[in-house]
């Protein structure tokens, strides 16, 4: 049993990393939207109707049985009849509470788990409730349940995923070099840091498409700024603001050693 869901957990992963983090391992950086992806799997033996993974609050304030525990990522993916694993995708923190109801109504706790891009945890209940974690980097962690009862723990309600829009533009190579980075900023806020758009090289005289996934709110982020990383190392920012959301090309030229941004 603990083979087959070690291959799932593997499998599993490398769908995870391809999903968040591309081909590279550079991650996207805007702190309001910095997140990781992680898999859970469920060998407890009974069905898992609820999953709540959420960061442990800084400020004290207990969330365990309210609606801050965020959106139960089993409802999300519409798979609540599955003994599995389930893809979870949550805010970095540096721990994180699990909240797990089953089919017959028990609720399993696990205060403070360290996750980080890529683990993969596993619930097991033999003698005692117990969350493995599997570093994606190596190396493994076990954190203690709690048991509650069925109907001693309250019910709370379950929060919809933020919906998500896609942007989608292309970027034309005209400079002579190969670009190896593509990414944006807003225009009025760079620290916030930076959203990766494209990870592979693109050569002298390609033009690809970008696709990207954004929160629902950042449409009202009208004011970017394109980021490209040269193949010898050089970063560049461009000269224009553009519009991610109307914007069809960008064509990226070279003169003199300067680099241009036209936009359409």
Avoid at 192 to 214: F, P, Q, S
Wanted: hydrophobic share 35%; proline share 3%.
């Amino acid at each position: 049993m603990k083979k087959r869901f070690l291959l799932l957990a593997i499998l599993s992963v490398m769908l995870m990393i391809t999903v968040f983090s591309g081909c590279d391992k550079r991650e996207d950086t805007r702190k309001y939207v910095h997140t990781i992806g992680i898999v859970i799997t469920n060998d407890v033996g009974n069905v898992f109707d609820e999953l709540f993974v959420y960061p442990v609050p800084t400020d004290g304030v207990e969330t365990k049985y309210t609606a801050d525990m965020g959106p139960d990522w089993i409802k999300n993916t519409k798979n609540s009849t599955k003994i599995g694993s389930y893809g979870v995708t949550v805010v970095e923190s540096g721990s994180y509470n699990v909240w797990v109801r089953d089919r017959r109504g028990n609720v399993y706790t696990f205060d403070s788990v360290s996750f980080s891009n890529g683990d993969h945890g596993i619930i097991t209940f033999d003698e005692l409730l117990s969350l493995t974690v599997y570093h994606f980097g190596g190396g493994t962690e076990t954190v203690a349940g709690e048991y509650v009862r069925p109907g001693d723990a309250p019910e709370h309600p379950h929060r919809e995923n933020v919906k998500q829009v896609t942007l989608k533009f292309a970027v034309e190579n005209k400079t002579g070099d190969a670009l190896v980075f593509v990414s944006m900023r807003e225009s009025k806020a760079q620290a916030k840091g930076e959203v990766e758009l494209y990870l592979d090289k693109i050569a002298a005289g390609k033009t690809v498409n970008i696709n990207r996934k954004l929160d629902e709110r950042d449409q009202e982020i009208t004011e970017w700024v394109l980021n490209i990383e040269v193949e010898d190392g050089k970063s560049v920012t461009s000269d224009v603001i553009f519009n991610p959301w109307t914007t069809e090309k960008i064509i990226i030229t070279k003169t003199d050693g300067a680099y241009k941004f036209e936009v359409s």
